[in-house]
Nanobody, 113 residues
């Protein structure tokens, strides 16, 4: 069974930066497309960034501010976030799009002054 464990969230002021990490276990991590999602309070979970063998894709709302990367040797996917805005507040999750993997507990990001 695949287990996903996210970390790195916290409270940050607008304009600040955070680096999120997600470690996957129980799978051949390197063959999968990975993605970061986020869910703001009272809203649906949304796709933020995706990383495939061919490259990366980002939601328009985070382009130029967020960078997704991965280290297959460590079974880890990262999300470097800079220029954070209050609207980036939410719980951030990683997963593989289209998979049946269970969601992890997520990591809370709060952008506030």
């Amino acid at each position: 069974q695949v287990q996903l464990v996210e970390s790195g969230g916290g409270l940050v002021q607008p304009g600040g930066s955070l680096r999120l990490s997600c470690v996957a276990s129980g799978t051949i991590f390197s063959i999968y497309t990975m993605a970061w999602y986020r869910q703001a309070s009272g809203k649906q979970r949304e796709l933020v960034a995706t990383i495939t063998r061919d490259g990366t894709n980002y939601a328009d709302s985070v382009k130029g501010r967020f960078t997704i990367s991965r280290d297959n040797a460590k079974n880890t996917v990262y999300l470097q976030m800079s220029g954070l805005k209050p609207e980036d507040t939410g719980v951030y999750y990683c997963n593989s799009p289209g998979s049946i993997w269970m969601w992890g507990q997520g990591t809370q990001v709060i952008v506030s002054s």
